[in-house]
């Protein structure tokens, strides 16, 4: 498959257990967040988002904490799974600016069995 | 519903020529976007097209250019390739993006390796 980061930092958890991800955005103007997941030999693949008027939203098993204050943004991810298992970016946009969207480095999550 | 397929997978140049790759967006999607991913530089924003007309553009060089057809299907041209041009080209389409950002779709990429 794909290698899509090889000098990522990784997160290490085992099955079953709760998984924290976080990011630090740069553009004090973005509003806009997303979290992406990205398996081997695919692309990025929507998990969450969030407006910059929250500052929490939930999905199933995972919830995003959004900081304006310290520009940072975290995905948890509860009762991780092997099939979580992948490289995890965070976005950023201005919704003035339609879709350009700025990516963070990703930070790979190994689930251990 | 179809996803966003991206033709060819995989591609080998070499230094100097130029390359075309295409992008298929899901059905009713107007919005395309490019984006060029490498393990240095991570996912870096190429353009964005809406109906046929580039509404926003990355920060790299003229030699990367596209354009979208009026059935929005996408395809992005690299002319005179460098070795650092070398990277998984990825496509996005999303429904509109026109009253602020939607959803985007990723297709598989495309896969180019200059020699």
């Known amino acids: 498959g794909e290698s899509v980061g090889l000098h990522l930092p990784t997160l290490s958890v085992q099955e079953g257990d709760n998984s924290i991800i976080n990011c630090a955005y740069s553009?004090?103007?973005?509003?806009?967040f997303i979290w992406y997941k990205q398996e081997s030999g695919k692309g990025p693949q929507f998990i969450i988002d969030?407006?910059?008027?929250?500052d929490k939203r939930q999905g199933q098993r995972v919830t995003v904490l959004l900081n304006k204050t310290v520009k940072h943004l975290s995905l948890q991810i509860a009762a991780t799974q092997p099939g979580d298992s992948a490289v995890y970016f965070c976005?950023?946009?201005?919704?003035?600016?339609?879709?350009?969207?700025?990516f963070g480095t990703g930070t790979k999550l190994q689930v251990i069995p | 519903k179809a996803g966003v397929t991206q033709t060819p997978r995989y591609l080998i140049k070499t230094r100097g020529q130029q390359v075309t790759l295409s992008c298929s967006p899901i059905?009713?999607?107007?919005?395309v976007s490019w984006y060029q991913q490498t393990p240095g530089q991570g996912l870096q924003f190429l353009f964005e097209?809406?109906?046929?007309?580039?509404?926003n553009k990355g920060n790299f060089p003229g030699r990367f250019s596209g354009r979208q057809f009026s059935n929005s299907r996408s395809e992005m041209n690299v002319s005179t390739l460098e070795l650092g041009d070398s990277a998984l080209y990825l496509c996005?389409?999303?429904?509109?993006?026109?009253?602020?950002?939607?959803?985007?779709?990723f297709g598989p990429g495309t896969r180019l390796t200059v020699l």
């Open positions: 969030i407006r910059s008027n929250m």
């Open positions: 097209y809406f109906s046929e007309t580039q509404r």
């Open positions: 059905s009713g999607h107007r919005s």
């Open positions: 996005a389409s999303s429904l509109e993006g026109l009253a602020g950002i939607n959803e985007q779709f």
């Open positions: 553009n004090s103007a973005s509003d806009y």
């Open positions: 976005a950023e946009a201005n919704s003035g600016g339609y879709q350009k969207v700025t």
